[in-house]
């Protein structure tokens, strides 16, 4: 047996939830719980308390951060695919996460509905229509604007498409994905080859060793939670605020703040029937649900609204976002900065938040693959679709003001009503009637899954990675995930939701990049073994 060997769970003795303690029949790791429960607490309260200073802090904050430290989301971002494609193309590739024995516990089909939904399904609807229209009509990296005082500029509006739609895919593929796979990579090599619990901190085994006990894993693990518990609430006040623009527009339901409220509390309260439910029963099933509708919707738009022009779109799009890439990918003398301020940094900050979560989940239900195949799927298959979507959706939207003269959805990005995007698209095509009622259930149960694997995902860190803590600590997680984004929504709207997911994100994107040398010293010493 090699000296490098990783060292086993009888060899670092440290297992699940060895450190909780057991306090009115919950099972909590101390000071974890207590202390990002505290501060989830004392967060509600003090913005529900100072709701216009709030306000003003956050928007300081989110345009402070996006300013100063740009290059640091931009770069970590870049740095992330890079590694990746190496994993990729590099004998490290074929180190099987679980050991040389293990099998999938899912098949494929599971695997990517569980995966997919939980990674961006809320996102993908509420940005799928609005993002390549608003590129389009105000194109990155010095593009002239093929709309000009109301009146298309012929010479223009090409160039302007095809940079729409590259300059959307860049924020939904590659790199994203990218985030998602170093953290979930991270966390199944710790749990299923190094028996480590599943907790973020046991990522960081490989580097700082049995300091991750201390509080060196402590402070991991509370920004984990910290960064989770905030990018769910963006992700979640997007679905209600467009959950409730599909229902005034279809049915005259009051698009105010208190509505907006009643139906995160509403819906929060159906993701506690999953949350009891548990991964098997409820979010796999949700999961499937959710992709069902989701590929209903999808091929609905596809097959009712302009087909060929769509499919030609998804067919370009893919080239032009690879020859757009380095260019978009490069921060250094670019003058764009609405882009990269309002866009690309909070795409990122947001992704790098929502990673604890989306990672750990992943993790959870990797065990068997190899990485090569892991990372193929995790970081091909999704942007694959994330083309077809934005194609669909979004160059759909497109060809519906050039070649129908159709001004909906160009409305909405003129006025800046995100949330009423989706429908405003839908709105024209056969079938409308039933077609918008589906998207707002596909928006719901978005928020379900979301709301429900969170609310796991948040539970197995603050229970020292045990994933049989009792249910009414899931339930905690899962209401305060709806009660920060609601004082978010109270605090600022869009803008506060936003501010609080780059806040969150970017002191675990530092995080990250020491996750990355992490896992790239677990898999050297995995590839010897195996």
């Not at 207590?34 to 501060?39: H, K, N, Q, R, T």
């Not at 028996?195 to 509370?222: C, K, M, Q």
């Not at 796991?456 to 995930?481: C, H, M, N, S």
Request: hydrophobic residues 55%; contains cysteine.
């Amino acid at each position: 047996m090699s000296d490098v060997q990783a060292p086993k769970q009888e060899e670092h003795g440290i297992e699940p939830g060895q450190d909780n303690v057991l306090f009115m029949g919950l099972d909590i790791h101390n000071p974890v719980f207590a202390i990002s429960g505290l501060g989830a607490v004392v967060f509600v309260l003090v913005t529900l308390v100072f709701r216009e200073s709030a306000g003003e802090v956050l928007g300081g904050l989110r345009v402070w951060l996006t300013t100063t430290f740009d290059w640091v989301f931009m770069a970590t971002a870049n740095i992330f695919v890079l590694f990746c494609l190496v994993l990729v193309v590099t004998p490290l590739g074929r180190v099987r996460i679980g050991g040389t024995a293990a099998r999938p516990d899912y098949s494929y089909a599971s695997w990517f509905a569980m995966l997919f939904a939980a990674g961006m399904g809320i996102g993908l609807m509420f940005f799928g229509v609005l993002e390549p229209m608003y590129h389009f009509n105000h194109p990155p990296l010095g593009l002239a604007p093929p709309v000009v005082d109301g009146a298309l500029v012929p010479e223009a509006v090409e160039a302007a498409r095809a940079m729409g739609m590259a300059a959307t895919i860049y924020h939904w593929g590659l790199h994203p994905w990218a985030i998602y796979a170093v953290v979930s990579l991270s966390l199944a090599l710790a749990a299923y080859n190094l028996g480590l619990p599943l907790s973020i901190r046991s990522a960081f085994y490989p580097i700082f060793g049995e300091r991750i006990r201390g509080w060196t894993g402590h402070v991991i693990d509370i920004l984990a939670v910290f960064a989770t518990l905030f990018g769910l609430a963006t992700s979640l006040g997007f679905g209600a605020s467009q959950a409730l623009a599909g229902l005034n527009h279809l049915y005259g339901v009051p698009n105010t703040v208190n509505m907006a409220v009643l139906l995160i509390a509403l819906i929060t309260a159906v993701a506690l029937c999953s949350v009891v439910a548990g991964m098997d029963k409820g979010v796999r099933r949700l999961s499937e649900l959710n992709m069902l509708l989701a590929v209903l919707l999808l091929v609905s738009v596809i097959v009712l609204g302009p087909t060929l022009a769509i499919l030609s779109t998804a067919a370009t799009s893919a080239v032009d976002y690879v020859a757009a890439l380095p260019a978009l990918s490069n921060w250094i003398g670019r003058e764009d900065d609405d882009f990269i301020h309002g866009w690309t940094t909070f795409y990122w900050a947001w992704w790098i938040s929502w990673s604890p979560f989306v990672g750990m989940f992943i993790a959870r239900i990797s065990r068997g693959r190899t990485v090569r195949e892991f990372v193929t799927c995790v970081l091909i298959i999704p942007t694959i679709v994330s083309v077809i979507w934005m194609s669909a959706f979004g160059g759909g939207a497109i060809e519906q003001f050039l070649a129908d003269g159709y001004t909906g959805v160009q409305e909405t990005v003129v006025a800046y009503v995100p949330e009423m995007s989706l429908f405003r698209m839908l709105e024209p095509l056969p079938l409308a009637g039933v077609l918008a009622p589906l998207a707002i259930a596909l928006v719901v149960t978005f928020f379900v899954t979301s709301s429900d694997s969170g609310s796991l995902v948040i539970d197995t860190i603050t229970a020292g990675g045990k994933i049989d803590a009792p249910v009414a600590q899931r339930v905690f997680w899962a209401v305060f995930e709806g009660l920060v984004a609601i004082v978010l929504l109270l605090g600022g709207g869009l803008a506060a939701l936003q501010a609080g997911a780059i806040a969150t994100g970017f002191p675990f994107a530092l995080l990250l990049l020491l996750m990355t040398v992490s896992a790239f010293v677990a898999l050297r010493r995995e590839s010897r073994l195996q």
